[in-house]
């Protein structure tokens, strides 16, 4: 290590130095096009040009330099893809008449079959490609760090572990984590020349600046998507979320808490982001504020999804892929239901991004940035602890597919970077899970193994039935939990399902010809990412399960939207502006037919289902409201508790009471008689014991019946106004 604070670049001369490059690095300067080669012979014949010469290819040999190449893409027919085109409307049939509720599952299964047959057929004949994977690139690394800034960096983050003992944030361990994330981040990051950029023509400007503003639309359009009707959808909170609001509540009160402990414990993000957003919008500790906050959450995943999609492909690819993930029924809806499941994608989406451009291109600074995202996932959402995993089974595929090395690999290096990065940022939940370790994994506990309960039979059974539906859900069930989803019918809409599948064989077909580790990732990140769900070996029924297996949405799409550019490109092929013209109307098309499916699952079958399964807590807190106003109190006020009814805390969020619970049980109502009047007793329309006793004690009280709109959700008032 050295106190550099930047590289030198190395100049051209005759005499050898560490730094000088080499024969092979001058030749690929000089020969990479005609103006270098051009150039290269006007200096020999001109001195006085030597230097700048020198100094331009020294700029390019320490720069981002080409390495090799991905595969040529085999040359595309000239005349109609016929078979890509049925391909893909025999798959979309297919899975259309997968839909429930009349589910044609022979026929379904037969049309797949056969579009699959016609998509291998049409890759075999040059129709259908997926587009190149992006260039390998070297990028200039010395392999050294600043040697103060590195070793104060390791000082800060023992402090800061000896810090956060008393599992809180305050503002000196807030300081010294900072401080130590800084230190390390500054000592390995390294700081490229800049290099000038290409003069852009006129028309490259003008196209340049079309592309940008298509990319706003649509991520407009995704937004909407994300934010519509976030007031009403979902309509009523149910336990979880009155759990989250007291949790916010301690916050409010001044008890920062590293991790929450309350229902099995909870991660820390979602609660200070959830406050931050109630005092920006001014929507209080409130179900909205617990809505909105995750629907940001949301959106804030869309950048990521665009530039993954062209670290898989191209710009196209990361247009559809935004698209596609943006109006999806399945992250829209785990991003609005209030918990903390869209923390799960938020952060996969970076953290793979990073990682998969690191190795391609050998930059450090990605793997820095990769381990700060994977750390800070893990203050998320817990389903996020499976991405170490997936981080570590990435490197061994690199290696598996890089035996043999490349000139200034570091690969050890970049992991322990990785890991380096993501434990400084793990700081405070790494002292917590010491000091905690049962608290900490109580929750995955009670899913992977029989802490709460007895396995239902054999563990690797259980496993490989719970492997075989996760793998299912994107075309065919989602699972049974209708709190965040409509239960039952595939997690893809009907375009992005049926791409999906054309995509997992074309995505086969590519690495099959060209071997390369991006592409066995991704097919192994799949299963890994839905591993939360699949892992719920103690609740089986819990499996597929949208929420837990949320990253596994973004791999999805990323293979869907893969499927449609290669089809584009093959449309788009000729010359001709009919073959053109055919080509965008049929993305225009998949696009309006996936956006109004989706919004027809999430904005009226989602809605309606959620509505009749929740309760109306949300009745019951306008009647404690207009009690507050009428009398000026809510202390008389209680509802009485009824097996798997309303949850008796969150009447009271409604009414903007969030740390009261307003249960009152049958054998306290006697407690109530010395209470002075008014009193309001709400309790559940058939629970006529409950009348008959609070009759007894107020003969004189006045009963009536809160007729709901939604079936089996009326509940009983009683008033005793003497």
């Known amino acids: 290590m050295n106190n550099d604070s930047q590289f030198q670049i190395p100049e051209l001369k005759n005499e050898e130095s560490q730094q000088e490059p080499t024969v092979l690095d001058l030749y690929k300067s000089v020969t990479r096009d005609w103006i270098s080669f051009f150039n290269f012979i006007r200096a020999l014949w001109d001195a006085r040009r030597r230097a700048e010469l020198n100094q331009t290819l020294a700029d390019e040999v320490a720069s981002h330099v080409s390495e090799e190449q991905s595969p040529q893409e085999p040359a595309r027919v000239s005349y109609f893809p016929w078979r890509s085109t049925l391909g893909l409307f025999l798959a979309l049939s297919a899975q259309l008449i997968l839909e429930p509720p009349n589910r044609l599952v022979s026929m379904g299964i037969a049309l797949y079959v056969f579009a699959l047959g016609f998509v291998i057929w049409a890759y075999l004949n040059d129709e259908w490609h997926l587009p190149n994977l992006p260039l390998f690139r070297q990028t200039y690394d010395s392999q050294t760090a600043l040697i103060i800034p590195f070793i104060l960096s390791i000082l800060l983050a023992l402090f800061t572990f000896w810090a956060f003992g008393g599992g809180k944030f305050t503002l000196v361990n807030i300081s010294f984590w900072v401080a130590s994330l800084a230190s390390l981040s500054y000592a390995l990051w390294i700081k ?345 070996l103690a609740f089986p029924g819990e499996n597929p399960a949208l929420n837990r297996a949320g990253g596994g949405a973004i791999a999805a799409v990323i293979v869907s939207a893969l499927a449609l550019e290669g089809l584009v490109t093959s449309l788009a092929e000729s010359r001709s502006m009919r073959r053109k013209f055919i080509s965008f109307g049929l993305v225009g098309f998949l696009f309006a037919a996936s956006a109004f499916q989706n919004f027809d699952l999430v904005f009226n079958k989602f809605d309606k289902n959620f509505r009749a399964g929740a309760w109306n807590s949300s009745d019951m807190g306008r009647y404690i409201s207009k009690f507050r106003d009428k009398y000026g109190q809510t202390d008389s006020v209680w509802i009485v508790p009824f097996p798997y009814w309303v949850d008796t805390r969150l009447p009271g969020v409604w009414a903007g009471i969030p740390n009261r619970d307003f249960a009152l049980w049958p054998e306290n109502f006697t407690e109530t008689v010395n209470v002075s009047a008014p009193k309001m007793f709400i309790f559940r329309y058939d629970d006529l014991e409950t009348e008959k006793a609070l009759k007894v004690l107020y003969p004189n009280g006045v009963l009536t019946r809160y007729t709901s709109p939604l079936e089996g959700k009326d509940f009983m008032i009683l008033m005793v106004e003497k």
């Not at 209080?284 to 949301?298: N, P």
């Not at 992005?496 to 390369?516: K, N, S």
Request: charged share 15%; hydrophobic share 50%; with cysteine.
């Open 192 to 536: 490229h020349p800049k290099i000038a950029k290409e003069e852009l023509s006129t028309e490259a400007r003008r196209n340049k600046i079309l592309w940008n503003l298509l990319v706003i639309a649509v991520f407009g359009i995704t937004i909407f998507f994300r934010l519509y009707r976030t007031q009403s959808i979902p309509a009523e909170p149910f336990s979880d979320h009155a759990e989250k609001i007291l949790d916010v509540f301690d916050i409010s009160r001044g008890d920062y808490s590293v991790y929450f402990p309350r229902n099995t414990g909870r991660e820390a993000i979602q609660m200070y982001w959830t406050l931050l957003v109630a005092n920006v919008f001014g929507t209080g500790l409130s179900y909205l504020s617990l809505k909105l906050g995750t629907a940001l959450l949301g959106i804030l995943t869309l950048p990521y999804i665009y530039l993954l999609g062209k670290e898989y492909g191209n710009e196209r690819v990361g247009l559809f892929a935004l698209f596609l993930f943006g109006v999806a029924y399945w992250p829209n809806v785990i991003s609005r239901i209030g918990l903390r499941f869209p923390l799960y994608p938020l952060f996969v989406a970076p953290t793979l991004l990073y990682l998969i451009r690191g190795l391609r291109t050998r930059n450090r600074n990605d793997f820095i940035l990769c381990g700060i995202f994977l750390g800070l996932g893990l203050h998320g959402y817990s389903p996020f602890r499976i991405m170490p995993i997936l981080v570590v089974i990435a490197f061994i595929v690199y290696m598996l597919y890089n035996r043999s090395g490349r000139k200034g690999e570091n690969v050890l290096g970049w992991f322990s970077i990785i890991v380096m990065t993501s434990l400084f940022v793990f700081i405070p939940l790494l002292r917590y899970w010491i000091s905690n370790p049962e608290q900490f994994g109580y929750r995955a506990l009670t899913r992977l193994t029989s802490v709460e309960t007895a396995l239902p039979g054999p563990a690797w059974k259980i496993f490989l039935s719970n492997l075989y539906r996760g793998l299912l859900m994107f075309n065919w069930d989602d699972g049974e939990i209708w709190v965040n989803s409509l239960p039952h019918r595939p997690a893809l809409d009907v375009v992005t399902g049926a791409l999906f599948m054309i995509g997992i064989v074309l995505l086969v077909a590519r690495y099959v010809r060209g071997r390369d580790w991006r592409d066995m990732l991704l097919l192994v990140s799949i299963p890994t990412l839905l591993m939360p769900s699949i892992l719920s």
